[in-house]
């Protein structure tokens, strides 16, 4: 659906039931192209709690690292939300001269986006907690889709996101782009596929079982 607005998701040939990212093969069933670009995600409400710039300079380290390693996939980054400062990250992303990435930017209907999550290769959280307190619940929702997730590091994330258990924090774009290249890089993907194992023990957990095994006990005396 987003190719008919976003030709850098549609298939190269014109086919309506292929992606740039899929085909089928001979008995009618979608598989992934070889060579097909990985999927990244982010959603945002841009405001100053995420700092994009952080993504964007690790998408250009990335960039330099496929020049120099010629083995990473390309890459397309969506970003998805709606908020303050959106124009100002979109006139920085004009800027950007990409050859092996694209970023896409979308406002999706809500029952697109769990399907844009279901359908990607890695999540991206740029939350940081103001109170570091709060964890943010887009990683809640690309886990409940069974999507990996490299998220920012603060106080009490840990709480959320194991590293490298359900996915990897990082604190710097440098890191950002090394994990990137890392989980991007392995054509088998075999810790991206450890990760959605152990996201679905996560999957199957209910909110009563969480509030059981978490809470209750702070209130049993």
């Not at 040939?13 to 070889?34: C, I, K, M």
């Not at 496929?66 to 990473?72: A, D, I, M, P, S």
Request: with cysteine; charged share 20%; proline share 6%.
């Amino acid at each position: 659906l987003l190719g008919k607005d976003y030709p850098i998701f549609a298939d190269p040939d014109g086919q309506a039931n292929q992606t740039v990212f899929t085909q089928l093969d001979s008995s009618g069933t979608p598989e992934y192209r070889s060579g097909r670009p990985a999927l990244l995600v982010s959603s945002t409400s841009w405001t100053e709690d995420e700092d994009f710039g952080v993504l964007l300079a690790s998408l250009k380290m990335y960039e330099q690292r496929c020049v120099e390693v010629g083995n990473l996939p390309p890459l397309v980054c969506v970003i998805t939300g709606k908020g303050p400062q959106k124009q100002h990250y979109l006139d920085q992303i004009k800027e950007l001269d990409f050859s092996r990435i694209r970023v896409e930017t979308p406002w999706l209907e809500a029952a697109d986006y769990p399907r844009l999550l279901g359908s990607a290769d890695l999540g991206v959280s740029l939350h940081t907690s103001s109170s570091g307190l709060d964890l943010p619940m887009k990683v809640v929702d690309m886990f409940g889709c069974g999507l990996p997730v490299l998220a920012h590091d603060f106080k009490c994330l840990s709480e959320l996101v194991e590293h490298k258990y359900n996915g990897m924090v990082f604190t710097s774009s440098r890191q950002l782009a090394s994990q990137l290249e890392e989980l991007l890089g392995d054509p088998e993907q075999s810790l991206l596929l450890d990760f959605r194992e152990n996201l679905l023990a996560f999957r199957l957990q209910r909110w009563e079982q969480h509030w059981n095994a978490n809470v209750a006990p702070l209130f049993a005396d």
